[in-house]
């Protein structure tokens, strides 16, 4: 049986990394599904410039969106194929569909609403959410956005991501915070054992 799980969190919660770490803890089980917005952004669809009026904002916020769940959707298609052809049980999502709903305007029911989405369905799509808190929480000084050329929110701005996040994905039964840590190796070990106590097999 092929198990969904995402990992989300706010800017600079360590994602990419302990992707990586995952990845090579896991080998041969596991195909991990890029992040979408990332994607989108770094294909030329970027956000407007400082000093744009809110309409032109929440345009550019609508339409990014509608973009990056489309990609969403396709990406978990198609990994989930490539994940059955291969023989490979875990899928591993750098975010999944309600992480949209953290930079919609009026929050997750009107991205719900908008785009058609029950949310017991796109509950039920993912077994395990694995949310790595951001260190702009509890530790803003090591915020940076150096390491991700698309991130362009400051500390504050990533605090208030964190706790979009964290309300987008309020409810799912199979949710585990992982907090900031001071290594990128506390993190990893802390998601190894989340996804044994799951019943993967590690």
Known sequence: MQRRIVLTGGPCGGKTTCLEALKHALEDRVVLVPEASTMVLEAGFSPPAEGSDFGEI??????????VLSTQRHLEETWARLAR???RSLMICDRGFLDGAAYWPGGRNAFLEHFGIELDSVMARYDLVLHLE???VSRPLLYGRANNGTRYEDVEGARRVESRVMEAWDGHP???HVPAMDTVEGRVAVLLRELRRSGIDI
């Not at 929440?58 to 973009?67: G, K, S």
């Open 174 to 176: 199979a949710r585990i």
């Open 85 to 87: 052809h291969s023989g």
């Open 134 to 136: 951001s260190v702009a």
């Open 58 to 67: 929440e345009l550019w916020r609508r339409e990014f969106q509608d973009a």
